[in-house]
């Protein structure tokens, strides 16, 4: 399963664009396995709670989509639980509380994914994602929560390898996929299913190719495409969402501007535009 | 001056609980300068917009209150903005953008804070605390904001004395509050014209005295009493709101409980209880 | 190709004992590619000049021997470089300079690998280990030094893979290989060549058994060995030389005492012991 | 007191120069209140044991001089400690362990002061340098180790001032000294007695004068020269050895070269030379 974490996209002025956001993401729905909306790409934590829902109300997803949900508390996060069913997911994404980060404890950590996941909405997926969220998600914490029915995946975009075999090593009952493109084909040796990948946003069809290459036991050609794609990722996750968006207005897809103050061209265009050319004359890219 | 981030009381449900924080505020006035709201302590970012309004609504401050500003992007900053008048605050103090730092440049942090600034509502005061944010505010960035008529303080928790000697140095147009009580005596040494601090919720008197001798050029008492309160400053340090909470419920003030998940009760407790016994026992605290 | 980084013994009171040292080398070769003496875990920081030649003088190995050098600037390291020829070294695996850092500079760094690699004698493979060395070698200064013909190899203990997704992707005339035994699988997808591993002083054989699994194309086997290695590396990674020389004792190699103030029984002893007992169930260690 | 952490002169072929080593420290005695050699700019670790013996058997100090010692083990570290009474050193300034800091532990780390301090020569001093050493001195092992009457100092580079209020609010049995110029009025406040200051070797007068003010109660003056001196400590501070070298040829001291590969420019030399001017004309430089 190959899924984008989709851009939110604002307008020149930094208000929300819903249509833009719905085209977008009919835009890229083909080419994936499902839309993850508000993922870390996807600015969520850039949104009021009013605009969170309406960002989601004009959404019209033909394939079962995902919501990231990187709320604080409990409270907090039900109530974004409640919003993502706007959308039909089936799961969320949880990022750990990450403010008083120092104050969660294990226990804490623990009692927050189990009171998603009793709600009885959407099933729960672990997110963790320190560049963003800078806190932890221990690994004792990931192997207790495992044993939620309710608790069934985990994206974990960290590159750290480590826990990935964690994970594998201990045959947790949770669908790990890696949110780190730079080192795909070492997360699938490690036992990720697949990849919910910025990358997948601009060339969703090279990232299905290693995976499917992958599976089929085709383990040259997955290297061959993971050296391939290498440089790309890298430098997409060193610009992250600002980067992002500049690539995909630049092959023309409707992702909007960052929300001010965030700057609306990247430091790493200069180097990141000749990769993207590359691929688009392989063939690679959406659109 | 001394200040205190004055926590937000939840039920033991995780509740807002707006009288008791009416009643908490007005508890602590008298003894400080003044009650900063929504601070680091503050768990402003565990409330809905809705909630962090109701809050202010409900305060009838006689002393001047600052109102703390934890936004992403400039628009939901302008609405904590106008939030903040509700309570007549005529500063505000604001973090920078944390969720996608690494994106943000100084040139980002810079168009932030002064776009708060030329809004035409409170000072803006910058606030340094990357125990939580885990956000740097680079010092150019500080410099370059001072001089910005609108911006017109600053409050660093981060106990880094060489980001204090650094605006001493450059004699920067910001009146700088530390907000770390453990070298309280060194800030002071550095240029701090007082301090904004979580232990001034329990012992204001002690730390004004600490400051008044100071100021009256008694070198001796201020390092007396910052040696008597290093302990208590720096276990309340470790244990963030959690503890502090914990230690206001203790003797007495209606602070409430954190949000869940965050727990009652504080792994520091015991650490805690006998400073805080002494420091009752000579008469230091509140209440 | 699995090598082992083998411990340098020491008596209780502290003194090398360069007959244990012999004899323990000689116990592991026929089970290993080689052996690598003075390495991460080898203790040669630890040893006085005097000590590290006699260490070399006594050994008589049969395969082709590597030795580490952990020098802190070009005269000390060319004389290690001499000495590391006593026993026959046609490689030394060089870390860079650590103790200024952060002065040492790119340009710096180039410098130091160069002057080894010009110097005549063994050829050079970079070393990267920065749990011990806390030294970065920046990933522009791998690219440029696999350019001298002198370099030939590096090996990467970090276990952080997007490093080695680069080196793969920039196709390095460079050996790689990985000094992180938790997460051997990834590195070989990542295209590294084999192993030089801590645990390798224990489980050769199964280390072994993974690479040659991998080799054949035998993706899943491979893949079954790292899920059942993965907690046996990762406690050793935590435990360290401490724990190394521990285990080894008690499976009756001559590996001797960490030398003091280093404790002789590690914290990890209680987790690491029925790990090593259940390796050994299965036939996998050495003796 | 204000020592200077002398640096030690190679040529520009990056041999030691025995006699400028003499000469620099003649030339640096008269100003300050003894030297230190090997300090953490001293190059100590840049050394062979017999060089280091060498660099001390030419030295003719007049004031009582310090010694470095940064080794790793015990028996590397009696044996310093023998080199250092060369000089007649009554103290040593000695850092942790740290090529195996993770191994170390509490436990570690005093039996390794103690077994120091227990030889019967030198006082022992401890020495946190954490950007160098990049190990961790515990405070509890601090708080242990001044119970040894054999350590009777600490010099802390940190620049951490929270380690300086927990010395201060312990009492420790310590003569504590800073080794953060930026922050040497702040660590005065609490509590140091001086300062050991790569600073020294160009302005010791400066420092000498802060610290002679603050101690007449003159926290004005002291709060002035603080001011003062910010950005030529800080600065010094970024550029570290290298820097501090290439300013004390520049206003004529035989501190000769870094050893290779370290550079004999500082990237810093452009931010510094103006700051070094300044001072210079003001009267405050040696020479």
Redesign the interface.
């Known amino acids: 399963m190959i899924m984008p974490p989709i851009p939110t996209p604002f307008d020149a002025q930094?208000?929300l664009d819903a249509e833009a956001f719905r085209d977008l993401a009919q835009a890229l729905e083909p080419h994936v396995d499902g839309i993850l909306f508000y993922g870390s790409n996807g600015?969520g934590?850039?949104l009021?709670?009013a605009e969170r829902i309406r960002g989601l109300e004009v959404q019209k997803p033909q394939k079962p989509p995902m919501v990231g949900l990187?709320e604080?508390?409990?409270?907090?996060a039900l109530?974004a639980l409640q919003q993502a069913q706007i959308v039909g997911a089936k799961r969320v994404l949880a990022t750990p509380?990450r403010?008083?980060a120092?104050?969660?404890?294990n226990?804490?950590?623990l009692?927050?994914f189990t009171?998603l996941a009793d709600a009885g909405g959407p099933e729960v997926w672990l997110y963790h994602v320190p560049?963003?969220?800078?806190a932890d998600l221990p690994l004792p914490v990931v192997a207790e929560a495992a044993r939620h029915p309710g608790i069934t995946g985990l994206k974990d975009s960290s590159?750290?390898?480590?826990r990935?075999?964690?994970y594998?090593?201990n045959?947790l009952e949770l669908s790990v996929y890696t949110g780190?493109a730079?080192?795909f084909?070492?997360?699938?040796?490690?036992?990720a299913k697949g990849g919910i990948l910025a990358a997948a946003n601009l060339a969703p069809k090279a990232y299905k190719a290693l995976l499917t290459a992958w599976r089929a036991?085709n383990?040259a050609e997955?290297?061959r495409l993971?050296?391939?794609l290498?440089?790309f990722g890298?430098v997409l996750g060193q610009?992250?969402?600002?980067l992002l968006k500049q690539a995909m207005r630049y092959i023309g897809l409707p992702a909007g501007y960052?929300?001010?103050?965030?700057?609306q061209e990247?430091?790493y265009w200069a180097a990141f535009k000749p990769l993207l050319e590359d691929l688009r004359a392989e063939g690679w890219l959406v659109g």
């Open positions: 930094g208000r600015e934590v850039h009021t709670p990187m604080e508390t409990i409270p907090q109530e509380p403010y008083y120092a104050s969660t404890g226990e804490g950590l009692c927050y009171a560049q963003n969220t800078k590159g750290e390898m480590a990935l075999a964690f594998q090593a045959r780190h730079p080192t084909a070492a997360a699938l040796a490690l036992g036991g383990v997955a290297q993971q050296a391939r290498e440089p890298r610009g992250g969402f600002v960052p929300r001010p103050p965030y700057p990247s430091p």
